[in-house]
C-alpha cells in the first residue's frame, strides 16, 4: 500500500466509525417516543406517506434529511428506520470529511505540515465534542442547558453542519480576497464569482436542511458588510465599489432567504406548526434558555470553554483574521437570537430559536480549533517558545480533550 493510499485510509477510517456510531444511535432513539429521531421518522415522514406530500411540507418544510429517507422508502424498499440510520450516518460521515478537508486545505495554505493522522484524530474529535457536564452545577442538562454544536440526536441539524463549515469558510476566503489577501482555504483569487455560486448553492442547502444556520449567518454577514460600508462613506474610500460587493453578496443569499421565506409560511400561515397555539414573538431577555438552566452564563462557559480559553490566549491574531472576526460576529448574533426571540404559546418551551446560536458555536469552535493549530505549528518552527506559551498550548490541547471526552461519554449515553 503506497503513501496515497494509507492516507486515504487515515482519512476514511474515522468516517466510517462515525457512520456505523450514528446508524446505532438511530436505532437506539427510535426507541425512545420523546426522541428528536422518533418524531421526524414516525411523525414527519409518516405525514408525508400518509397525508400526501404537500401536507408533510407544511409540517416539516426543511426536507433535505428527509428526502432521502423516503426516496430510500419508496423506490429501493428500505425501512424508514433503517433509511433514517442510512442518512444519519451520512450526514455525519460528511460534516468529519468536510472538516478534515477544511484543516487539510488551511494547513497547506499557511505552509502547518499537519499530517494525516493528527487531522483525522483533531476532526474526529471535533465532530463529536460537547460541553463540559458537571450534575452538580446549575448550567443544566448535558445538552438541554448547555446545548452543543454537535446535537447528535437532532438529524436534521446535523445535516446542516458540512454546509455551514463550508459557507463559513468562503465568505471568509471571500473577505481576505476582497482586501488583497488570499484565501485560507480555496483558491478564491482566481475566479471570486464561481466561489460565490458555490456560496449560493451551500448557503441554500443548508437552509433545504434546516433554516437555523442561515438565520444566524446572514444576519451576521448583513451587519459586518453594513458596518463596513458605512466606514468607508465616512473615510471617503471607495464606497461605491463596496455597496456593488454588497449586492453580490445579498444575491448569493436570496434563493436560501426565498425558501425561508416559504417555510416560514407553510409552518406558521398554512397550517404546518401543529398543535401550535401561537407563533413568532419577541421574549423577554434569556427566557427561553432559562427555561433550561439555572445559570445561563455557567452554561455558556460550559459549551464554549474551548473557544473562550483560545480568544484569550490569542485574542490579537485571532481578531486579525477574517475567519475570526466573522466567527465571534455569528456567534454573537446567534446568541442574540437564543436571547431574544421564541415561539409563543406552548412550543416557547420547544426553544426553536437556540439552534441558530448553536450553530454560532460552530463557527467560532472551529475558528478556534484552527487558530490553536497554527499556534502549536509555529511553536515548533519558531523552537524558542518560552515556558508560559508551551503551558498555554498544553492547556488548550487539555481542554479541547476534555470537551472531546464528555463527547464521547454523551455518544454512550445515545448509545443505550
Known amino acids: 500500500m503506497n503513501r496515497k493510499e494509507n492516507e486515504k485510509l487515515i482519512m476514511l477510517l474515522p468516517a466510517a466509525v462515525l457512520f456505523a456510531l450514528m446508524y446505532r444511535i438511530v436505532m437506539q432513539e427510535l426507541i425512545n417516543p420523546l426522541s428528536d429521531m422518533n418524531g421526524h421518522v414516525y411523525v414527519y415522514i409518516l405525514g408525508f406517506l400518509q397525508d400526501g406530500f404537500w401536507s408533510g411540507f407544511k409540517e416539516v418544510p426543511y426536507l433535505l434529511w428527509h428526502l432521502p429517507v423516503l426516496v430510500m422508502y419508496r423506490f429501493l424498499h428500505i425501512p424508514l428506520e433503517n433509511g433514517a440510520g442510512l442518512v444519519s450516518g451520512f450526514f455525519a460521515a460528511f460534516g468529519y470529511l468536510v472538516t478534515y478537508d477544511l484543516i487539510r486545505r488551511f494547513s497547506e495554505k499557511k505552509g502547518l505540515e499537519i499530517g494525516p493522522l493528527t487531522n ?70 482566481r475566479d471570486p464569482k464561481k466561489y460565490k455560486w458555490l456560496l449560493m448553492l451551500y448557503l441554500f442547502l443548508s437552509a433545504m436542511a434546516k433554516p437555523v444556520f442561515a438565520e444566524m449567518f446572514v444576519p451576521a454577514v448583513a451587519f459586518t458588510m453594513l458596518v463596513r460600508w458605512i466606514c468607508k462613506m465616512v473615510r471617503k474610500e471607495d464606497a461605491k465599489a463596496y455597496f456593488g460587493e454588497c449586492l453580490q453578496m445579498l444575491l448569493c443569499a436570496v434563493p436560501a432567504l426565498l425558501y425561508i421565506l416559504l417555510q416560514f409560511l407553510a409552518y406558521f400561515a398554512w397550517g404546518g406548526s401543529y398543535g401550535s397555539d401561537g407563533g413568532f414573538t419577541l421574549t423577554h431577555w434569556m427566557e427561553v434558555w ?36 466573522l466567527a465571534l460576529i455569528g456567534y454573537g448574533i446567534g446568541l442574540l437570537e437564543a436571547a431574544l426571540l421564541g415561539e409563543s404559546g406552548v412550543k416557547l418551551s420547544h426553544g426553536d430559536f437556540l439552534w441558530p446560536m448553536m450553530c454560532g458555536m460552530l463557527l467560532w469552535w472551529l475558528a478556534a480549533l ?38 464521547i461519554i454523551y455518544l454512550k449515553s445515545l448509545l443505550g
Open 120 to 189: 483525522a484524530a483533531v476532526s474526529f474529535g471535533f465532530s463529536v465534542v460537547q460541553g463540559i457536564y458537571v450534575d452538580f452545577w446549575d448550567a443544566g442538562e448535558r445538552f438541554n442547558g448547555i446545548f452543543s454544536m454537535n446535537p447528535l440526536h437532532n438529524p436534521t441539524h446535523m445535516a446542516v453542519r458540512p454546509f455551514a463549515m463550508l459557507c463559513f469558510a468562503l465568505v471568509a476566503d471571500l473577505w481576505t480576497v476582497e482586501k488583497g489577501g488570499e484565501g485560507s482555504f480555496f483558491a478564491v483569487e
Open 290 to 325: 432559562s427555561l433550561f438552566s439555572e445559570n445561563v452564563l455557567l452554561s455558556i462557559l460550559c459549551g464554549m470553554a474551548f473557544p473562550i480559553w483560545i480568544l484569550v490566549i490569542s485574542g490579537k491574531s485571532f481578531l486579525r483574521e477574517e475567519m475570526g472576526r
Open 370 to 407: 484552527l487558530q490553536l493549530l497554527r499556534l502549536e505549528k509555529a511553536s515548533e518552527k519558531s523552537g524558542e517558545t518560552s515556558i508560559l506559551q508551551s503551558l498555554f498550548l498544553h492547556a488548550s490541547w487539555l481542554l479541547f480533550l476534555a470537551h472531546v471526552i464528555f463527547g
